[in-house]
Nanobody, 127 residues
């Protein structure tokens, strides 16, 4: 069992940057695939980015590719989402999510493929 606490959200102007952080409690963090999802106003939750347990492979939604970077530090039980060139459409509640190897789905973009979720951190981008 792992608990996730995400942080780092805030209010930023369009074109600005933010870095979200997610800290995981518990053991064996290095065996968890991690992801970031977001839910904008009136929208369903959507995939943003994911990273494999060892950090060697990353995945991105087309809408954030080239602007966002997911990374992790397994020694610190941390996963990050660096967000650059932010746009008003990036306004959303951002969640980190995790699943232990062998328990997820092949498709890293599916919500149901993650077992553990953070509480969410709000990102608001003003125009």
């Amino acid at each position: 069992q792992v608990q996730l606490v995400d942080s780092g959200g805030g209010l930023v102007q369009a074109g600005g940057s933010l870095r979200l952080s997610c800290v995981a409690s518990g053991r064996l963090f290095s065996t968890y695939r991690m992801g970031w999802f977001r839910q904008g106003p009136g929208k369903e939750r959507e995939f943003v980015a994911a990273i494999t347990a060892g950090g060697t492979t990353t995945y991105y939604a087309d809408s954030v590719k080239g602007r966002f970077t997911i990374s992790r530090d397994n020694a610190k039980n941390m996963v990050y989402l660096q967000m650059n060139s932010l746009r008003p459409l990036d306004t959303a509640l951002y969640y980190c999510a995790g699943v232990r190897l062998g328990y997820g789905l092949a498709d890293v973009t599916l919500e149901k493929g993650y077992r553990f979720w953070g509480q969410g951190t709000q990102v608001t981008v003003s125009s």
